[in-house]
C-alpha cells in the first residue's frame, strides 16, 4: 500500500495527526483523540508526548504507517485503544489486556490508590485477597505498593488468570493466582486476610442499552453483567466470605454499581459490618469499604 492508498497525505506527522482529527474528533471528541495519538506515537515509536509536540514535521517509516492506517479504521469500529496498542497503564503498573479480560478503568485505579494512601498497614494478619481479579491489576498494583504482603488473587476464567499470571510476571511481582468461582465458595481462600478487594460484575442486563459499543463489544460479558433480578449475588458471596476470612480490623473495599449504593450496603450491614460509600472523581457512588 502506497501513501495515497492509506488516505494520509504524507508520512509527515502533522498529517496523521490531521487525518486523526479530522476522521475521529465527530466521534470521540479532540481532547479523547489527542489521548489516542499520543498512546499510538508512545506504543508504536516509543514517542513521549513532549517528542510527539516537537516532532510534528517529522517523517516516520511507511512500515509504521501502516500501523497507524489500521489504528484508525480500528478506532472507527470502536475497538478500544487498549486492545489496539495492547496494555493499559493502571497505578504505575503496565497491564496487557485482550478480550479475555475487562479493561482497567481509571475509576478502578482510583479506588486502588485510595486503599494505598489510606490504608493502615499495621495490621497483623497482613494478607490481600482479590476475588474477580481479571487481568489482575488490582492484585498486581496493591502487591507493588505493598511488597511485603501475602496477595491471592481469585477468577473463574482460566484465560484471565492465564494473563494475570503474565501481567504479575512482566510487572516483577508475586500473586498467587487460583481458579475459582467466587458465587460457588471458592477453594484456596484460607485463613484471615488483612485487605478484601473485589470490583465484580455488576452491571445490569437492562442497563446495556445505555452502554457504549466499545465495551458491549470487546469486554467480556462474564466480567461485566449480572442478572436483573439478581445484580447482587456478588456481593453477598463476598460479604460471606469477608465474614470468614476478614482480619479484626482488617479492610473490605469492593467497587459497586452506582445505581445500587444502598442496596449493596445493605448486603454488607447484614454480615455485622459497617459500610461507606465513596464518591468516584465523577461525582458517582463508585465503592464501599468496611473495616471489620
Ligand atoms: N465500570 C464498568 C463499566 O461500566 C463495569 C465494571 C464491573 O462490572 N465490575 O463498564
Redesign the pocket.
Known amino acids: 500500500m502506497n501513501t495515497r492508498n492509506l488516505r494520509f497525505r504524507s508520512n509527515r506527522v502533522r498529517d496523521i495527526a490531521s487525518l486523526f482529527h479530522e476522521e475521529l474528533d465527530g466521534m470521540y471528541g479532540s481532547g479523547e483523540v489527542g489521548v489516542f495519538l499520543d498512546m499510538l506515537f508512545e506504543a508504536f515509536l516509543g514517542w513521549d508526548k513532549v517528542r510527539l509536540l516537537t516532532s510534528r514535521e517529522q517523517t516516520i517509516d511507511q512500515s509504521d504507517l501502516l500501523r497507524f492506517h489500521w489504528a484508525l479504521e480500528d478506532l472507527k469500529q470502536s475497538r478500544p485503544i487498549q486492545h489496539i496498542i495492547g496494555y493499559t497503564d493502571f497505578c504505575g503498573c503496565r497491564i496487557a489486556v485482550s478480550p479475555d479480560v475487562?479493561i482497567p478503568?481509571p475509576?478502578t485505579e482510583e479506588i486502588v490508590q485510595w486503599i494505598i494512601s489510606t490504608f493502615n498497614i499495621q495490621h497483623s494478619a497482613f494478607n490481600i485477597l482479590d476475588l474477580c481479579t481479571g487481568s489482575g491489576c488490582i492484585a498486581i498494583a496493591l502487591k507493588k505498593a505493598f511488597p511485603a504482603a501475602d496477595v491471592t488473587a481469585v477468577d473463574v476464567s482460566p484465560k484471565a488468570l492465564e494473563m494475570a499470571r503474565q501481567n504479575a510476571q512482566n510487572n516483577g511481582v508475586e500473586v498467587r493466582f487460583v481458579e475459582g468461582d467466587v458465587l460457588g465458595g471458592v477453594d484456596g481462600v484460607n485463613g484471615q486476610y488483612g485487605l478484601i478487594v473485589s470490583?465484580?460484575?455488576?452491571?445490569m442486563e437492562k442497563e446495556r442499552a445505555q452502554m457504549q459499543r466499545n465495551?458491549l463489544d470487546y469486554?467480556p460479558a462474564l466480567?461485566?453483567f449480572v442478572p436483573d433480578d439478581d445484580p447482587l449475588r456478588f456481593y453477598n458471596a463476598i460479604a460471606t466470605i469477608a465474614k470468614e476470612h476478614l482480619a479484626d480490623g482488617g479492610l473490605l473495599v469492593v467497587?459497586i454499581n452506582e445505581a445500587l449504593a444502598a442496596e449493596t450496603c445493605a448486603v454488607f450491614k447484614a454480615q455485622g459490618l459497617n459500610p461507606n460509600v465513596h464518591e468516584d472523581f465523577r461525582g458517582k457512588p463508585r465503592w464501599i469499604s468496611a473495616q471489620a
Open positions: 475487562l478503568r475509576e470490583n465484580p460484575p455488576y452491571v465495551v469486554d466480567a461485566l467497587e
